[in-house]
Nanobody
Framework: QVQLVESGGGLVQAGGSLRLSCVASGRTFSSSYAMGWFRQAPGKEREFVAVTTWLGGSGYQADYADFVKGRFTISRNNAKNTALQMNSLKPEDTAVYYC?????????????????WGQGAQVTVAS
C-alpha cells in the first residue's frame, strides 16, 4: 500500500506564497508513478492543479492547469518527495489541496486516474 502525507498549508494574504510538500511511503511505491496536486473548494468539485509524469531516463515532465500557469510550480526532487510552490496567491485559490499518485501516466488531469490520495492540506488566501 502507498501512503501520501501533505504538509505546508496555512493562511496567507493575497499576493503571498505558500509551499506544499507531499511525501510518499510504502514498499510498492514506484518512481514511475505520476504525482499530482488537486484542490477542492467548498461546494465545488475536486479539480486538477499540476502533475509530474515519469519520462524514463529523461526525468519528469510537469503540466499545469491554465489557471495556475506562471504562478505555481510543481517539483519532484526524488521519487517520493513532491512539492507545489504557490506564488501570487489569490482568494480564489482557497481550497483543500490534495496530493495524489497514479500508477499510469494516462489521463492524469482527472481524479479517476489516481490510485492513492493524501489527506489534504487547507490553504486559505485572505483578501
Amino acid at each position: 500500500q502507498v501512503q501520501l502525507v501533505e504538509s505546508g498549508g496555512g493562511l496567507v494574504q493575497a499576493g503571498g506564497s505558500l509551499r506544499l510538500s507531499c511525501v510518499a511511503s510504502g514498499r510498492t511505491f514506484s518512481s514511475s508513478y505520476a504525482m499530482g496536486w488537486f484542490r477542492q473548494a467548498p461546494g465545488k468539485e475536486r479539480e486538477f492543479v499540476a502533475v509530474t509524469t515519469w519520462l524514463g531516463g529523461s526525468g519528469y515532465q510537469a503540466d499545469y492547469a491554465d489557471f495556475v500557469k506562471g504562478r505555481f510550480t510543481i517539483s519532484r526532487n526524488n521519487a517520493k518527495n513532491t512539492a507545489l510552490q504557490m506564488n501570487s496567491l489569490k482568494p480564489e485559490d482557497t481550497a483543500v489541496y490534495y496530493c495524489a499518485a497514479a500508477k499510469s501516466p494516462r489521463g492524469v488531469t482527472t481524479t479517476g486516474s489516481y490510485d492513492f490520495w493524501g489527506q489534504g492540506a487547507q490553504v486559505t488566501v485572505a483578501s
